[in-house]
């Protein structure tokens, strides 16, 4: 039986046994997007989006194919800029790509539907690189890393190449690395859309126990009915526009 197997009580770490070595934010950011629009040549992927979403909530984006999801979610990531518009996160503009290492590196994690984990390296190398960029000391490098791991009932995979680790799996660790510097706001496109129902269902009970344990905000964009099910919100995105219900 795989450790994502176990029900999720017994994967959940007890904060008495494994105190958090870097700060939790307290809560999640707020986002606030205001009639943002971007354009690639001729194709017009958003049209004026406005959206908010509050602290701490868990916010599905849906829509058919080249509706604008992955553009909205890159602008709010600080991966691409808005043609016009703005966006706020935690009260701040979202900082031009080019200045927003900063950003990227403490305020938000990313998670993708092929979550390009370094192949070279293990399950906890991969957390912990991304605890390097941020400067963090070798020891606390480990110290966090291994309480991800425990935290998404990995420890006895922490020695593990991502080949010699399931799909569900690997995106288990990629959600770890997203969540390694405590960041404010999770984005996360598609994350299940590589995956078979049944490690699809594990990952969202993961990306749960997560959120209660972080507070953070969460926005996800997928088609997957099951992820919006999961959201107390879910927000309609059609050829650029959200459509209101
Ligand atoms: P979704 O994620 O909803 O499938 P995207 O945001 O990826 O949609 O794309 C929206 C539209 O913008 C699509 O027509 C897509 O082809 C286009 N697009 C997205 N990114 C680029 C890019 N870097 N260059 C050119 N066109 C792009
Ligand atoms: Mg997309």
């Known amino acids: 039986m795989s450790a994502l197997d176990r029900p999720l009580a017994a994967r959940r770490p007890s904060r008495r046994q494994s105190e958090p070595s870097v700060a939790k934010p307290d809560h999640g950011a707020d986002v606030e997007v205001r009639d943002v629009t971007r354009s690639f040549g001729p194709i017009h992927a958003l049209r004026g ?141 598609e994350p299940t859309g590589a995956l078979d129902t049944e490690s699809a269902k594990r990952a969202l009970d993961l990306l749960e126990a997560l959120r209660e344990q972080h507070g953070m905000t969460v926005i996800i964009v997928s088609h997957d009915i099951a992820v919006a099910e999961r959201a107390d919100r879910v927000l309609h995105l059609i050829d650029g526009r959200i459509e209101r219900s």
């Open 49 to 189: 989006v406005s959206l908010t979403v509050a602290r701490s909530e868990f916010v599905t984006i849906t829509g058919p194919s080249g509706s604008g999801k992955s553009t909205l979610l890159n602008l709010i990531g600080s991966l691409d800029r808005p043609d016009s518009g703005s966006i706020w996160v935690a009260g701040a503009p979202v900082p031009d790509p080019r200045l927003a290492v900063e950003f990227r590196r403490h305020m938000v994690g990313f998670v993708f539907q092929e979550n390009l984990l370094l192949p070279y390296l293990s399950a906890q190398g991969n957390i912990e690189a991304s605890l390097l960029g941020a400067g963090v000391g070798r020891r606390e490098r480990r110290s966090r890393s291994s309480e991800l791991l425990i935290e998404i009932g990995l420890l006895d995979r922490a020695d593990h190449l991502p080949s010699q680790l399931s799909g569900g799996q690997r995106q288990a660790v990629a959600l770890a690395r997203a969540l390694a510097n405590n960041p404010q706001l999770l984005l996360a496109d």
